[in-house]
């Protein structure tokens, strides 16, 4: 009579990994540049969902912010106001294609071989009838350890560990400047090609010939 | 609940129970706004009358034409569908669903009382700024694949304005965060209850400082009169909302007043205590959980009115400033967030900082020995180093 049951976290577990890779591909296959954005934002979003459904609310919310909401910016930063035409498209070569499946092929690999050798990531149907979820976990001691104060290391015997040695917060601003300065090259890059004439005006002539009989 | 129900089922019906449980609640937020959505529009108009010496909708049932948002609705469901023909049709026609699933979701993490929540999390605030970003999605994609140059002059714009404002607006969120010592909603209203000199806005003065920054923020990033730019009425016809007619043109107004409340909620939680009261009414007449079951559920049913109805006032503030104000220019807008905001969220962030590092425990409660249920206020300046909350 098990077959009446439906398991909703495997049901949306399926649902989610299900969007997330269909979406990926999908946008592997579009040529329109901001379908492709918009495929990308909900395959990722998906993936959010598969870490809210794994209890892991600050990685979800994470992705969400960063990936999501930066895809969001790449699409209107990067691609609407650099893009000369309206929807535009873009074609990829058969060579960039081998290139980029043996590189993903690759990755795929080691990435499957890697997760299938581990013990704990087994499905549950494997590990038995309770599989050992928790979310007692909150997002302190992270933020902890980014500042320096190890919460997960207070057992230590060597005191210099004890005492935040391995805190992250160096590595963490390196990382804050470096990017603030790629951000900084980025404005100074993006703002040398903009043309003084015509912002936005390539739209007229393409689409709307009649609005630019005004011009 | 779930599992309580769950109880009454067989072994092999939980699934039936679970699903049960899910569309209850869903449905109770989608009835929730919905229903607030139409209030809403209604009061604006009503509001806007007033403001502006007119009577605003009077015919539609009754005497204030409290009906006129349904005979509305009625109107634009019945409305033609058009999508343009320079459109991108397939994300012409899914914008307005990412926006207000965008503004949905954030009701998913927003407590209506203590422990009435759709999904606890221990870092709700974040959530919700992360899901509340993600409207601008709706609104950029709305304006490109119109095929207009209004709609992608608004969509433009709202992008601009939404992505910096955010900025202000995450520091503002972290001042409350900062004092109570923790992420999770239900905490932050926990940490105010008792008596409005409890809540945070009250705490200390830059946190009253940051309530108005924060409301500033917030009325940008819903995009409300002054900082109406994607939708500017008098400049860009309707903005990113140009080519869109009868039903996807409403949800995309369902969205933008769902954003309202959420706001609305937001700041009521995290600076205005939440679902406890300026008086602890239901403190004082004995509905707390330490009186049974069922004194607890009418204390929280006090509680969320109380909250919606702070959300309301937020909302009918909104209106109001809309209908009072001009609007600004695109850069006055982006000198507003850059120059003034920005700056004045990192000045409060560092004082309320200071502060708490000087008064650990909070001023006000030093002179007003009152301890209502609940506690004071546990400000966590300096971390204990066992995992701080």
Known sequence: ?215 | MAEYLASYFDSQWHWVAYALVGLVQAGLLLALILTGAAVFIWMERKIAGRIQDRLGPSRVGGRFGWLQSLADGIKLIAKEDIVPAAADGLLFRIAPYISFMAAFSVFLAIPLADGWVALRMNVAVFFILAVAGLEVLGVVLAGYASGSKWSLFGAMREAAQVVSYEVPLGLCVVVPVMVVGSMDLVEIGRAQSGWFWQWLIFHDPFTFITFWVFFTCALASVNRLPFDMPEAESELVAGFMTEYSGFRWSVFFMAEYTSMFAVSCLAAILFFGGWNGPIPLATMIGLTPDNGALTEWLGNLLGMMNLIAKGFFGVTVMIWTRWSLPRLRIDQVLTTCLKYCIPLAAAMFLGAMLWLYAFPGGVVSRFVQTSPVGGTPTPVAVVDGKGGV
């Open chain 1, 1 to 215: 009579m098990e077959t009446a049951a439906i398991n909703w976290h495997s049901f949306f577990f399926l649902l989610f990994a299900l969007v997330a890779c269909t979406f990926a591909v999908a946008m592997l296959l579009s040529s329109n540049i901001v379908r492709m954005a918009f495929y990308l934002v909900i395959s990722l979003g998906a993936v959010s969902g598969l870490f809210f459904l794994a209890g892991a609310d600050f990685v979800g919310a994470l992705q969400l912010m960063i990936y999501v909401g930066g895809t969001v910016v790449v699409l209107i930063f990067g691609v609407m106001l650099t893009a000369r035409a309206p929807f535009l498209r873009m074609r990829t070569g058969v060579a960039q294609w081998a290139l980029a499946a043996i590189v993903g092929g690759c990755l795929l690999a080691v990435l499957l071989q890697a997760a299938l050798s581990v013990d704990e990531w087994a499905p549950p149907s494997m590990v038995g009838e309770n599989p050992p979820v928790s979310n007692t976990y909150t997002a302190a001691p992270l933020g902890l350890g980014v500042l320096g104060v190890r919460v997960d290391q207070l057992d230590e015997e060597d005191a210099t560990l004890r005492n935040g040695m391995s805190g992250y917060l160096l590595p963490f601003e390196i990382v804050s400047i470096h990017l603030l300065v790629v951000l900084i090259g980025a404005a100074y890059l993006a703002r040398t090609k903009r043309r003084p004439k015509e912002p936005t005006g390539d739209r007229q002539e393409t689409v709307e010939p009649m609005i630019s009989s005004g011009k």
